[in-house]
């Protein structure tokens, strides 16, 4: 009777998480055309094929077992490579105007050919053709999307990163400190303030987190250098 030796699957699991990293980050961080990468993945593959049943053979002949190995399970493209092992982010996207960029939220359906939007009450709509006719098919396509990511999966993947939870944590006790002492004549930051203390009072958790909008390019007094 001939002994059989399995193999886990988490062992050739590791190597292929291994594969996937080197390939995603080939990719992403070393500049790699997503058509190289995709060579390299095949070339892999192809060696862990011809490899592995000669890794199986020589067991056999030396120890005279049965060398079971589990099958291989390596990507055959970047992408999925990627998807594997790194969260995707998730976008929402909304059909808009390409001309005035109003967005239409909603079901297609209801989507009119043409743009409705006014930018006032007495002023012609824009008009803009909204649909465009697909190419060698039936039916018509948007013209143009809106695309924004996710602000729940952004926050996740933001607070899942160490750098930030550290800082985070730093910040919180640093508030706690500061609560307890009285205001200083000299402020060195906005937290310093008794304003701020009015407002916000003492820090209950490092994740109680205020989020504000900053656009660098608002300038509602006009632009002097250009001569606005």
């Excluded at 009119?112 to 697909?134: G, I």
């Excluded at 203390?197 to 006009?222: I, T």
């Amino acid at each position: 009777m001939q002994l059989v030796v399995v193999i886990p699957q988490a062992s050739f699991s590791k190597i292929e998480k291994i594969v996937c990293f080197f390939a995603a980050w080939s990719y992403v961080n070393g500049g790699v055309s997503r058509e190289y990468v995709n060579k390299a993945l095949q070339v892999i593959r192809y060696i862990m094929h011809a490899l592995l049943p000669i890794v199986q053979s020589c067991v056999g002949l030396q120890t005279g077992k049965s060398l079971q190995i589990p099958a291989i399970t390596l990507p055959k493209d970047v992408r999925t490579a990627y998807t594997r092992y790194f969260m995707e982010p998730v976008f929402t996207r909304t059909m808009c105007c390409p001309r005035c960029y109003y967005q239409y939220p909603g079901p297609q359906l209801d989507i009119p050919l043409k743009c409705v939007f006014k930018f006032a009450e007495d002023s012609p709509p824009c008009n803009e053709d909204l649909w465009r006719r697909c190419r060698g098919k039936e039916g018509y396509l948007p013209r143009c999307l809106f695309t924004a990511q996710s602000f729940d999966a952004w926050l996740t993947v933001f607070l899942s990163r160490k750098v930030v939870d550290d800082a985070l944590y730093d910040t919180f006790q640093k508030a706690l400190k500061r609560s307890s002492h009285p205001v200083e004549m000299v402020m060195r930051d906005l937290q310093d303030s008794p304003m701020w203390r009015s407002l916000y009072g003492r820090p209950s958790s490092p994740y109680k987190l205020v989020f504000g909008l900053y656009v660098d390019w608002f300038n509602m007094f006009g632009n002097k250098i250009g001569g606005m």
